[in-house]
């Protein structure tokens, strides 16, 4: 079965430290996307990344960073120089093709960035 | 991309109303979603609708009531609702959500739902 573990329920840094948030997930697929995104005090989730199970090279945005590794099943996201504004949930999740719409979301890590 | 809009933001209602959700999509996408968003809970994915047409209904109860007119709208019509669907429910949209296709989701800002 599918599943997305986010272990990481809350983190709190300082602004400016880096901070990294864990995602692992479950799938007998060969084929499958991963996900982030966040979501501000405002509510909507905002898409941050997609990556398919195909393309394993890290990418980087700015100050946010992406590292999938298929060996040990993780998904981590990691920001740079993290900001106050960085403050929000963010929530891994999975899908899979053969799975026709659904995404399979983790429960969220609450990332809160003090001044 | 924010082309996804629900109105109201929040919605107080007694057991016995009945209210509707609005979902808009500005994207010119084919799929819509309706997620729940529980306190502590993963979102829950509670239909889906592709090309106006309902591919999952993902056991919710019959007291949740979707209605996809065309591609752009979606609405949840809410009658006789318990106070544990109090939650945030969240509207998507993707380009197509058919089989082998894996379009990114955009979320709307959710309606905030209590159910007093």
């Known amino acids: 079965a599918q599943k997305v573990t986010q272990a990481q329920t809350e983190i709190s840094v300082v602004e400016k430290e880096d901070v990294t948030l864990d995602c692992v997930y479950e799938?007998?697929?060969?084929?499958?996307?991963l996900f982030w995104y966040k979501q501000p005090p405002s509510g909507e989730l905002v898409f941050l990344i997609r990556r398919n199970s195909f393309d394993e090279q890290n990418e980087i945005s700015g100050r946010y960073s992406w590292n999938f590794q298929k060996s040990t099943s993780s998904f981590n996201f990691t920001i740079t120089a993290s900001q106050v504004v960085d403050s929000a949930v963010y929530f891994c999740a999975l899908s899979e093709p053969d799975n026709t719409d659904k995404l399979i979301f983790g429960t969220g890590t609450r990332l809160q960035v003090f001044p | 991309e924010t082309g996804v809009t629900q109105t109201p933001r929040h919605l107080v209602m007694g057991m016995t109303n009945k209210k509707s959700l609005k979902c808009e999509q500005h994207l010119g996408h084919n799929a819509m979603y309706w997620y729940k968003q529980s306190a502590k809970k993963p979102l829950e994915l509670m239909f889906v609708?592709?090309?106006?047409?309902?591919?999952e209904n993902n056991s919710v109860p019959s007291r949740f009531s979707p209605e996809c007119p065309n591609s752009s709208h979606l609405f949840l019509h809410l009658h006789t609702l318990q106070p544990e669907d109090s939650a945030l429910y969240l509207c998507a949209s993707s380009q197509d959500g058919g089989l082998d296709s894996t379009d990114t989701q955009y979320f709307g800002p959710g309606t905030r739902l209590t159910v007093l």
């Open positions: 609708y592709n090309f106006k047409e309902q591919t």
């Open positions: 799938t007998r697929d060969t084929t499958y996307y």
